[in-house]
């Protein structure tokens, strides 16, 4: 079973000053996978997960989104920078949840999903409150929708924060370490938000140090280790058979978790 | 103070001055919100420039700012109205202030601004960004609700200079109030009361725009982080 | 620029009046902080006493202040004062005076957030090795908020300086005044103003660096 390729990373390459933090990632996200990226901090794979909808911008290689190259094109030998209006727009196509949230802190729960629906959708306001209204109820947050960021717990805020990004329907949903800034016990109500949505079939990449849950929802998991794309397969083959020193001990650092298999 | 009605008394000379001096006041007011008008506009365009544009914009803009922030606003008044009739261009004396009033508060009216948005955290861009929005509605949409409640205390400050700063256009004759109140002084040398009843007259617009700031202030209280 | 043609020596023949304005301008703006700066202080003092008596005139004082141009405290001072048989102030002291209390609103709001933002352990630490009063606020509580408010000083130095050319008004020779004393001799408006303005710019700038260097030798000793 081989599903057409949603996105298409090749070779890319990101340095920040003198120093090179992506050298030369490879990556293909299929249509309804769970695509997970792993690693040391440091290891890029942030960077790369932002790279995707140009909040860095890659200097080398090429992002393909459903084909189309992201954020540049090759004009001749020279790579070009699309017009803010086009790149706008493929950001439009992409969800991006942050660890830190990152909730509209003047609008309500309501208002921060409707704000790209009416926005950067065209919606006229009403349809955009129904859409609203659904996603703020599948995650679990109907009868929050008139609150502020400020009354919301840590784990609210990023369960709307999910809404807002899944009610665009986008083509693919960037998780950046969405659990991080939590609390130990307001995790779990996000990962099953996640956990539902990867039911559901839709696409995401996603940086993580949830291994439980990385191994648990990922079709495919890949370990990023300074830069490069150090292993990478099906969770038990990543996480049975590690291949490398530099993978063994990342997970050793998990150990107990993984102990009983 | 003598509060009879009789001539040569306060209340007397002031209601015979009062035509001179509503129209004093009217020119003050109306040269006060034509300058907080150009410096609101002009000082946000380029506090957007300050803060986003290109490196030879946020330069132009930074040594302009820097000059007419270093240059005193009775200079800036002087120069604009006889340097401008100097190369043929006879602008009237208000008009000639008005610009000079407007200049000068639009690099303050910038500055506040580059301040505020850049002390929006760095995250509400990126998830302005990521939901697609284009630049001009990330910022009226996401950026500017958030930087108001911040600019606008220092952007109330810059009104009551400006309100103050239009004192200044009596030295290139315009008759404003405090140049009218003058007028008045040299017919009734009623000096003490005259300028006692000018600088309360100042005082009630300037607390009152000073109030009207602190309860718009209040209405963006939901603002928090 | 039509048919202006510049001449620059007006600059040159004029050099020693234009300094002696020039040093006449800081020198005012120097004395009114230094004023000021007292007046500021003990209002300051007045208003975080908790004492209305003390505080409410201070309030008042300061919002008056605040809402009335300064043109017109100087006018008032310099026309008005002689109705009050107060005869002894020449123009220049009548200004020292305006720009003085114009100053001591401001520096009365500097002190005051200044007073309210030293951190409380330092009286603690003060209390706790037994000085009295006027010791913790001769040496730990002034001191520390000299430091806190020593760009707020600066700056309001620097519109004190700007500020002295509405002596101007009533004919104190300072850079304005003298500028268009020059202009109207020589009509050499162009060169007077460009000159003025850059005068007034260097000033300012030098007097931001003298006062960078002064607080990173302040930061230096923490």
Redesign the interface.
């Known amino acids: 079973m081989t599903e057409p390729a949603l996105l298409q990373a090749r070779d890319v390459r990101k340095s920040f000053g003198q120093i090179e933090v992506l050298k030369g990632i490879d990556l293909t996200v299929s249509q309804g996978q769970v695509v997970s990226l792993i690693g040391a901090s440091g290891s890029g794979k942030t960077t790369f997960l932002r790279c995707i909808?140009?909040?860095e911008e890659h200097d080398g290689g090429e992002i393909l989104l459903d084909g189309d190259p992201v954020g540049y094109i090759m004009a001749g030998e020279r790579r070009k920078r699309l017009s803010?209006?086009r790149i706008?727009?493929?950001?439009?196509?992409?969800?991006?949840v942050?660890q830190?949230f990152?909730?509209?802190?003047?609008l309500t729960a309501a208002a921060n999903v409707m704000?790209?629906l009416t926005?950067?959708q065209g919606k006229s306001d009403a349809e955009a409150r129904d859409i609203a209204q659904h996603w703020l109820g599948r995650v679990g947050l109907a009868d929050r929708s008139g609150h502020?960021p400020?009354q919301l717990s840590g784990g609210q805020q990023q369960r709307v924060?999910i809404a807002?990004?899944v009610a665009?329907q986008p083509r693919l949903l960037l998780f950046d370490e969405v659990t991080s800034a939590l609390d130990p016990e307001l995790v779990a109500e996000v990962l099953s938000v996640m956990q539902g949505l990867a039911e559901s079939g839709m696409t995401m990449l996603l940086v993580s140090h949830e291994m439980l849950f990385v191994r648990d929802v990922s079709h495919h998991v890949v370990f990023l280790d300074q830069g490069k794309v150090a292993q990478a397969g099906p969770p038990s083959e990543v996480f049975d058979n590690p291949q490398s020193d530099r993978l063994r001990s990342f997970l050793g650092r998990f150990h107990g978790l993984f102990g009983r298999g | 103070m003598d509060f009879s009605m009789a001539p040569g008394t306060f209340l007397f000379e002031a209601w015979q001055a009062r035509a001179s001096l509503l129209s004093g006041l009217g020119v003050t007011m109306l040269s006060s919100a034509l300058s907080i008008v150009i410096a609101t506009v002009c000082g946000l365009a380029m506090g957007v420039a300050l803060a986003y544009g290109w490196w030879w914009l946020r330069l132009l803009a930074r040594l302009y700012v820097d000059l007419m922030r270093g240059i005193p606003l009775l200079v800036l008044i002087l120069f604009t109205y006889y340097g401008l009739a100097l190369f043929g261009i006879n602008v009237p004396a208000f008009w000639a202030g008005v610009i000079a009033l407007g200049a000068f508060a639009t690099a303050h009216v910038a500055e506040n601004f580059r301040g505020a948005v850049q002390s929006v955290p760095a995250g509400q861009m990126e998830a302005a960004k990521a939901i697609g929005l284009t630049f001009g509605k990330r910022l009226s949409y996401v950026i500017l609700p958030q930087a108001v409640r911040r600019m606008l205390p220092p952007w109330v400050n810059t009104a009551l200079e400006i309100v103050k700063g239009t004192t200044l256009l009596s030295i290139i004759g315009v008759v404003e109030l405090l140049l009218s109140a003058q007028q008045a002084m040299a017919r009734n040398y009623m000096i003490i009361d005259f300028y006692l009843l000018t600088a309360a007259l100042y005082v009630a617009i300037n607390f009152t725009l000073a109030q009207l700031g602190a309860s718009l202030e209040r209405r963006f209280s939901y603002l928090r982080y | 620029m039509i048919d202006y043609h510049f001449d620059w020596s007006v600059i040159a023949r004029n050099a020693g009046k234009l300094t002696d304005a020039l040093l006449l301008g800081l020198g005012l703006a120097v004395v009114s902080l230094l004023i000021g700066s007292v007046i500021g202080l003990l209002a300051a003092y007045a208003r975080v006493s908790g004492k209305a008596w003390l505080s409410a005139p201070v309030w008042a004082y300061v919002e008056f202040i605040r809402c009335t141009p300064l043109l017109l405290l100087i006018f008032f001072l310099y026309f008005g004062l002689p109705e009050f048989d107060v005869t002894f102030l020449d123009k220049t002291q009548s200004f020292v005076l305006s720009l003085s209390l114009y100053a001591g609103a401001y520096m009365c709001e500097v002190f005051r957030a200044g007073l309210a933002s030293i951190p409380k352990q330092y009286v603690e630490a003060a209390k706790a090795i037994g000085l009295r009063p006027w010791q913790r606020q001769a040496y730990v509580i002034l001191p520390v908020m000299f430091r806190i408010t020593l760009p707020s000083i600066g700056n309001n130095l620097i519109s004190l300086f700007k500020d002295t050319s509405l002596a101007a008004a009533i004919a104190v020779p300072e850079l304005t005044f003298t500028a268009r004393q020059i202009n109207a001799n020589t009509f050499r408006v162009m060169e007077v103003w460009l000159t003025v303005s850059a005068l007034y710019l260097a000033s300012a700038y030098l007097i931001a660096m003298m006062l960078r260097l002064l607080e990173r030798r302040y930061a230096s000793i923490r």
């Open positions: 909808n140009l909040l803010e209006t706008s727009a493929q950001r439009a196509r992409l969800g991006m942050f830190q990152n909730l509209f802190p003047h704000l790209g926005k950067v502020y400020y924060a807002r990004a665009m």
